[in-house]
C-alpha cells in the first residue's frame, strides 16, 4: 500500500466518520477488533458491537459541535505482506474552523485476499 493509498483510505475513513455514517466505518473495519483507550482495552467481537461503538463515539463528536477530521500527519510502517502499522495525527475542526481535538492514533491494519485493506485494532494515544 502506497503512502497515498494510505492517505486516501483516512480521508475517506475521516469523511464518513464526520458524517456519521457508522455502516460505512464499520464496514472499514476487520472483528472481532479491539481498540484501546485511555489504557482500556475494549474488546469488540462483532460487527452488532463495533457498530454500537462508533456511533457513540461519533455522537460524542457531533455534540462537542466537530464538523470536519483532516490528516495532520500519517506515517506508517510496513509489516509485511498483509499487515503494516499506521499512526495518524488528527485535527478536528467546528465548523468555523475552531480546533476540537488534536490527537493521535495507531491502526493496525490487515490486507484481505482482495487486496482490500481493513482496520484490524486501533489505539488512542494517551
Do not use: C
Not at 457508522?22 to 464496514?27: E, G, P
Request: glycine share 4%.
Amino acid at each position: 500500500m502506497s503512502e497515498a493509498t494510505i492517505e486516501r483510505f483516512f480521508e475517506t475513513y475521516a469523511e464518513r466518520y464526520m458524517a456519521s455514517d457508522a455502516n460505512a466505518v464499520t464496514a472499514m473495519y476487520e472483528v472481532p477488533m479491539l481498540a484501546v483507550r485511555e489504557g482500556v482495552a475494549i474488546h469488540l467481537g462483532d460487527n452488532d458491537a463495533l457498530f454500537k461503538h462508533l456511533s457513540a463515539l461519533m455522537e460524542a463528536y457531533r455534540n462537542a459541535g466537530a464538523a470536519r477530521a483532516t490528516i495532520a500527519a500519517i506515517n506508517s510502517i510496513s509489516l509485511g505482506r498483509s499487515s503494516m502499522l499506521t499512526m495518524v495525527r488528527w485535527n478536528v475542526q467546528s465548523d468555523d474552523g475552531t480546533a476540537i481535538r488534536d490527537f493521535v492514533t495507531s491502526y493496525h491494519m490487515l490486507r484481505r485476499e482482495n487486496d482490500e485493506w481493513r482496520i484490524l485494532s486501533y489505539t488512542n494515544h494517551d
